[in-house]
C-alpha cells in the first residue's frame, strides 16, 4: 500500500480572488479545521504589503503542531526574508518558490524571458535554502511550457537543494492517460529528477486544475509515476481539485488502487461543509465575519471596550497574537477612533494591520492642521515628535496631502520619492475609517506604510510616517 502526502491551498488560492478573501479568524479557523483532518502541508496565502499578512503566519506558525506550513515566495529577496520572518518560529515551516514557466506567464508575470529566469530560479531556491531546510518550487503551467526550459529549470532547483518539485496542469484538460504521460516526458528529459524520485530524495507534486471533472483519476494516475504529493482545495473557485472528491474517491477506491493517506476521513462530510461555508463554495453561503459585526456601545456613547484590558481580550477572541507595545499603539489610535464614531471589528483589524510589525517609531506624530479649500492654497502644520522633543514644520502644496507631504520633509531634511498612493474605506457610511497605504523609494529599496484614521489626511500622514521610521530604522 502506497502512501501518499495532501497538501491543501485553500488558503493560498483563496487571496486570489476578492470575494473569496478571508478574514483573520476565518483563515485561522480553516488552518485548524485542515490540521484535525491531519492533512500534511496547509499553503498559506503570500506575506505582502498588509503587516496583516506577517502577523497571520506568525500566528498560525505557532499554532499549527502536525501539519507543515507552506507559504508561497517569488523571485524578491526582500519578499523572502520578510516572509521567513513571519513563518520561522513554525515547527514544520516551507518556502514555497512559485514561478510559471510557460512563455505566457513568463513575460506576463516577470516580463523576462526564459535565459534571464533561468539562473534565477537555481539562485532564488539556493537563497531560500540558506534560511529554510525545506524548500519546494512549483512551475507553473508546466504542462504548456516549452519542454528544453521546464527540463532546465527543474534541473536548476533541483542542483540548488529544492526538496520537492510541484508540476502544476494550470488548465485543467489534460485527461489521465496524457498528465501520466507527460510525467513519463519530464523524466526523460529530466534524468536526475526520475532518479532522485525513486530514492526518496525528491517529493513529486502534481496541482490539478478540475475543468473537465477529472482531476482526481489525472492526480491518482500519476501516482504510479512517482508522484506521492497531490494538492487540493477546499475552495473550488479557481476549479482546483476538491478536497472532499479527491479524499472521497481516495476512501472508496484506496484498496483496489493500493493507495492510502494520513488524513482521517472520520469527520470528513462535516469539515468539508464547515470549510466550504467559510469559502463561500457551499449552498450555506458565506457568513457575517464575526469582527465585521458592530461592538455594542455604552450609556456613554464609548465602545464597551473602555481599557486597554477590554481591547486585549477582543483582539485574542478573534484570533489576533500582538506584543505589548503594540497594543498600547493600537488602543491608543482605537481610543482617537471611538471618539467620533462607533468601532467595529473591521476599524480593529485595520488597526492591527497598521500597527503589527512595524518598525519602532522614531517620529510620532502629535498634532497636524489642515487649511484647504477651491479659493486658497493648501498648507498643512505639523508635529512630530522625536527624542521627547517636539519638530514643527509649515508648508503649502497642490492639496492638503501634499502639503502635509511637504511639512513632513521639512522635518526629516530628506526627500523620499513616492512610489505609491492609496486611500480606501475600511468600513461604509458617513463615519468611514479610512485606510492609507505610502510606498517610498530609499536607496533603490521600497518601504511600505499603512496609516489608519477617520480622517483621510491624517491616515495618509500616518502611512507616510510608518514607512519613514521604517528607512531611519533601517539607516
Known amino acids: 500500500m502506497q502512501k501518499i502526502k495532501i497538501s491543501d491551498t485553500t488558503l493560498r488560492e483563496s487571496e486570489q480572488i476578492h470575494s473569496a478573501k478571508l478574514s483573520f479568524k476565518e483563515k485561522l479557523e480553516a488552518a485548524k479545521l485542515l490540521e484535525k483532518l491531519q492533512i500534511d502541508i496547509i499553503e498559506a496565502g503570500p506575506v ?23 507559504v508561497p515566495v517569488t523571485l524578491d529577496k526582500v519578499g523572502i526574508d520578510e516572509t521567513w520572518a513571519a513563518l520561522s518560529k513554525a515547527k514544520k515551516p516551507r518556502l514555497n518558490l512559485i514561478i510559471p514557466t510557460s512563455t505566457v506567464g513568463m513575460e506576463y508575470q516577470h516580463q523576462m524571458k526564459a535565459e534571464k529566469l533561468l539562473p534565477l530560479i537555481g539562485e532564488t531556491v539556493a537563497y531560500c535554502l540558506s534560511l529554510c531546510k525545506d524548500v519546494e518550487f512549483t512551475a507553473e503551467d508546466a504542462v504548456r511550457s516549452e519542454p528544453d526550459f521546464l527540463a532546465e529549470a527543474i534541473e536548476a532547483a533541483i542542483t540548488a537543494g529544492a526538496k520537492t518539485i510541484t508540476l502544476c496542469d494550470s488548465v485543467g484538460e489534460l485527461l489521465p492517460e496524457e498528465l501520466t504521460g507527460f510525467i513519463e516526458i519530464v523524466y526523460k528529459n529530466v534524468p536526475a529528477l526520475e532518479n532522485d524520485v525513486k530514492n526518496g530524495r525528491i517529493t513529486l507534486a502534481v496541482h490539478c486544475k478540475d475543468n473537465l471533472g477529472l482531476a482526481s483519476a489525472a492526480a491518482l494516475g500519476t501516482v504510479g509515476s512517482g508522484v506521492s504529493l497531490i494538492k487540493v482545495s477546499s475552495n473550488t473557485s479557481l476549479g482546483t481539485l476538491s478536497l472532499e472528491q479527491f479524499l472521497n474517491v481516495l476512501k472508496v477506491r484506496s484498496d483496489t488502487l493500493s493507495i492510502t493517506s494520513n488524513v482521517s476521513t472520520v469527520a470528513l ?64 489610535q482605537f481610543q482617537d477612533i471611538s471618539r467620533s464614531k462607533k468601532v467595529v471589528g473591521r476599524d480593529i483589524e485595520a488597526l492591527i494591520a497598521e500597527t503589527a510589525g512595524q518598525a519602532p517609531p522614531t517620529y510620532l506624530l502629535k498634532n497636524y492642521v489642515i487649511n484647504s479649500g477651491n479659493a486658497i492654497a493648501a498648507t498643512a502644520y505639523i508635529e512630530f515628535i522625536k527624542d521627547g522633543t517636539i519638530l514643527t514644520a509649515l508648508s503649502a502644496g497642490d492639496g492638503p496631502i501634499d502639503a502635509a507631504f511637504k511639512a513632513a520633509e521639512q522635518i526629516f531634511g530628506t526627500h523620499y520619492e513616492l512610489e505609491e498612493f492609496q486611500i480606501h474605506a475600511v468600513t461604509g457610511g458617513r463615519e468611514a475609517t479610512g485606510d492609507a497605504l505610502v510606498k517610498l523609494r530609499h536607496d533603490g529599496k521600497l518601504y511600505s506604510g499603512r496609516g489608519v484614521s477617520t480622517d483621510i489626511v491624517g491616515a495618509s500622514i500616518r502611512a507616510y510616517l510608518s514607512a519613514v521610521n521604517k528607512i531611519v530604522h533601517e539607516s
Open 269 to 332: 462530510q462535516r469539515t468539508c461543509a464547515r470549510l466550504a461555508a467559510l469559502t463561500g463554495t457551499s449552498d450555506q453561503g458565506r457568513r457575517a465575519p464575526a469582527e465585521a459585526a458592530e461592538l455594542g456601545t455604552g450609556e456613554n456613547g464609548l465602545p464597551e471596550i473602555n481599557d486597554i484590558d477590554g481591547l486585549r481580550k477582543f483582539i485574542a477572541s478573534v484570533g489576533y497574537d500582538v506584543s505589548e507595545d503594540d497594543l498600547g499603539r493600537i488602543y491608543s
Open 48 to 70: 505582502g504589503d498588509s503587516p496583516a499578512d506577517a502577523a497571520f503566519i506568525r500566528t498560525l506558525a505557532t499554532t499549527l503542531g502536525y501539519s507543515c506550513l507552506s
